[in-house]
């Protein structure tokens, strides 16, 4: 097992994962001062940090990623720590790792020269003193540049216009000025996000965008702009996506007014319903009706697990909530104690066979397909199913990009087959 601290480090001002905040919501930076501030973030939040952080020591140090598993990140306060074992490697960091080499060769081979890269490089960001950020890798092939992030979440990341990876790329031409070498404002930057998650809509892993050095600069003197109007008490204040990881949630006006809405929508709702209820008569338009509880708890569901997420933050540090407590969860799975070489040793001495203690496990068609271009072999497509939908989810019918059939539909159409 592999174990590594590592800290953590980037600015509050504005980093690269809060620089679509500042610049959609300047009065972000003054509300953010006043909540109770947790660097150990989610569950999903260390397993993204400790699968990094695996990346960054197989591209910096060459080692092969199946020798250091299971990995063991550790936070540098040592508040928090997460394993990843070879399951979680085999489904996110395997098939993230192998789109990252495949589209590297892609470049390399449109270009014609090798990439050159920084791995997990500090950036300074020019003209804002004290903004810098992490990038997770920066590469320079041919005179262009590209700035890749490692997205291993459950929330789709788009690359086109990212305010993270162009923070990144800003960051990288003023702090490492002679290593990426001569630029003009016509200059190609790429930004490429690279997520197993895509695979699972029949997207590319890795989704690039392209822009120049002269968009850069505009960037810049946007986020600059906004981060001066930060400091002021009148900034802007505004709701958008960028609002999705900001811990200001619990103090924002714009977020808890909506609460005030959802009493007055609740009693209008129990008017309605005991009106109904008293008459045979009355019919309930369900649709419409889940149409306005849906609408409710988008209203109340995010503001609540900001709420519980710092609570709860707020409690492991020691303060006292009025009628909470913590409580410990229930204990995970026991583990080995030992390294694979000392059970080998043992159960050897006792004569008990390998095949009776260690399982085989058959590899997954992105890593089989990947060992069998090496030795120019092809996988022969009846050899690999394609993906099955685990179901259906409830979604606004302007974001649905995969529409499913409704049971009776399906019902329909398997009667129209059978009858045929």
């Known amino acids: 097992m592999s174990e590594h601290i590592t800290p953590d480090a980037h600015s509050d001002i504005v980093g690269g994962s809060t620089a679509a905040r500042r610049i959609g919501c300047p009065r972000s930076y003054k509300l953010e001062q006043l909540v109770p501030k947790d660097e150990r973030g989610s569950e999903y939040a260390r397993e993204g940090t400790a699968l990094h952080e695996i990346m960054a020591i197989v591209l ?194 714009l977020h808890i007014a909506p609460m005030a809405a959802l009493g007055e929508k609740m009693a209008a709702l129990k008017a309605r319903q005991e009106a109904s209820n008293g008459s045979p008569d009355d019919h309930i338009e369900w649709g419409e009706r889940y149409a306005d509880l849906l609408e409710m708890a988008e209203i109340a569901e995010p503001l609540i697990r900001d709420i519980h997420a710092q609570a709860h933050a707020y409690a492991e540090q020691g303060a006292p909530i009025p009628g909470w407590g913590l409580e410990d969860k229930r204990a995970g799975n026991r583990t080995w104690a030992v390294d694979e070489k000392k059970l080998r040793l043992f159960f050897k001495r006792h004569r008990v066979k390998m095949a009776d203690w260690t399982e085989r496990k058959l590899r997954s068609p992105a890593q089989i397909e990947k060992l069998a271009k090496a030795r120019g072999i092809d996988v022969p497509e009846e050899f690999v199913a394609r993906g099955v939908s685990s179901g259906t989810k409830l979604a606004r019918s302007e974001t649905i990009t995969r529409p499913a059939l409704s049971v009776p539909d399906l019902l329909r159409e398997l009667s129209a087959k059978l009858t045929r």
């Open 60 to 253: 910096r140090d060459g080692v092969e990623p199946t020798a250091v598993l299971p990995f063991t990140f550790t936070a540098a306060d040592g508040s928090w720590s997460f394993t990843v074992d070879r399951q979680l490697w085999d489904d996110k960091g395997e098939p993230a790792l192998a789109a990252f080499d495949k589209f590297c060769i892609g470049v390399e081979q449109d270009l014609g020269e090798d990439m050159r890269f920084l791995i997990e490089r500090r950036v300074e960001f020019p003209g804002i003193p004290g903004a810098f950020g992490t990038s997770d890798i920066v590469g320079i092939c041919a005179g262009e540049i590209f700035v890749m992030d490692w997205k291993f979440g459950f929330k789709t990341v788009r690359a086109d216009d990212n305010k993270q990876l162009l923070f990144y790329a800003a960051g990288a031409l003023n702090t490492e000025k002679l290593w990426v070498g001569p630029t003009t404002p016509a200059t190609p930057v790429t930004l490429a996000i690279i997520q197993p998650l895509n695979a699972n809509a029949g997207h590319d892993i890795v989704q690039e965008w392209t822009t120049t050095v002269g968009y850069l600069d505009a960037y810049a003197t946007e986020l600059k702009a906004a981060v001066a109007e930060a400091a002021r008490d009148n900034a802007r204040q505004a709701l958008g996506e960028w609002c999705g990881f900001a811990r200001c949630k619990t103090v924002c006006n």
